[in-house]
Nanobody, 124 residues
């Protein structure tokens, strides 16, 4: 059974940085696409970024220039470096994965496996 476990969330002030991690386990094949999503209270889930096993990445416009997605294939770990955080970034952040290659649209329906989430809170 595939397990995705996020960590690294917390509370920071506006302009601060956080690095989220997602450790994947429980599968013997390749997770070709991994991504980050977020959901704020009373808002719909939003795709943040995704990365393909080829190295190709896609970021949402709202985080371009501030967030960087990366992955360590050997350690089966996904990362999200978040810089210059804003109060609007406050949300629960979820890691997601799928064996198919990324479609380049950061859409939740493209992912089969999800973590439980880690909370990020940015104060002004």
């Amino acid at each position: 059974q595939v397990h995705l476990v996020e960590s690294g969330g917390g509370s920071v002030q506006s302009g601060g940085s956080l690095r989220l991690s997602c450790e994947a386990s429980g599968y013997g094949y390749s997770m070709n696409c991994m991504g980050w999503f977020r959901q704020a209270p009373e808002k719909e889930r939003e795709g943040v970024a995704e990365i393909d096993s080829s190295g190709r990445t896609k970021n949402a416009d709202s985080v371009k220039g501030r967030f960087t997605i990366s992955r360590d294939v050997v350690r089966r770990t996904l990362y999200l470096q978040m810089n210059n955080l804003e109060p609007e970034d406050t949300a629960m952040y979820y890691c997601a994965a799928d064996s198919n290659h990324c479609a380049g649209r950061i859409r939740g329906s493209d992912f089969s496996y999800w973590g439980q989430g880690t909370q990020v809170t940015v104060s002004s």
